[in-house]
Structures are given as structure tokens and as C-alpha cells.
Nanobody
């Protein structure tokens, strides 16, 4: 089984910064892509940023130039550096690992999600 654990959330004033981390653990053979999604109250869960194993990134337009996603493949860890935060960034942020193969069953490809971490940006 694979577990994802997020850390680094909290409360910050508008204009401030936070850095989220997500570590994947378990009998992991490989992970194709890791990413961050967010869900604000009353809204659907949306993609924020994603990075594949080769380092290619993709961001939602609203965070381009403010957020940076990075990844440590050796540690199966993904980071999200969030700068110039606004109240509109307030949400629960979820880490996702897509296209995961485990050591025990490398023929099976699965997706995994973290439990989510709260980010609050005050005005």
C-alpha cells in the first residue's frame, strides 16, 4: 500500500508564502506524475500544478508565476512553493500520485491521494 502525507499548510496573510510538502511511502517502484489539487468550500477539486517524472510541469493559469512545483524522485516527495498568496488561494490542498507502480505488483498502475491540508490566506 502507498501512503501520501502532506505538510506545511497553515494560516498566512495575503502576500505571504507557504511551502507544501508531500511524501509518498510504501513499496513504490515508480511514480509517473505527482501533483497538487485544491478544493475551496462549496467548489470542486481542481488541479493546481503537476510534475512528471521527467520534470515537466503544468500549472493552472491562476497560479502561474506565483507557485512552483518541484519533485525529489529519490525521496518520492513533491513540493509546492506558494508565493504572493491571496485569499482566493484558501482551500484544502491535496497531494496526488498518479501512475504508481509498486514493487509487489509492478504490472498494476494506480493513483493515490493524500488526506489534504488546509491553507488559509487572510486579507
Amino acid at each position: 500500500q502507498v501512503q501520501l502525507v502532506e505538510s506545511g499548510g497553515g494560516l498566512v496573510q495575503a502576500g505571504g508564502s507557504l511551502r507544501l510538502s508531500c511524501a509518498a511511502s510504501g513499496s513504490i517502484f515508480s511514480i509517473n506524475a505527482m501533483g497538487w489539487y485544491r478544493q475551496a468550500p462549496g467548489k470542486q477539486r481542481d488541479l493546481v500544478a503537476v510534475i512528471n517524472s521527467g520534470g515537466t510541469t503544468n500549472y493552472v493559469d491562476s497560479v502561474k508565476g506565483r507557485f512552483t512545483i518541484s519533485r525529489d524522485n529519490a525521496k518520492n516527495t513533491v513540493y509546492l512553493q506558494m508565493n504572493s498568496l491571496t485569499p482566493e488561494d484558501t482551500a484544502v490542498y491535496y497531494c496526488a500520485a498518479r501512475g504508481v507502480r509498486t514493487v509487489v505488483r509492478p504490472d498494476v498502475i494506480s493513483d493515490y491521494w493524500g488526506k489534504g491540508i488546509q491553507v488559509n490566506v487572510s486579507s
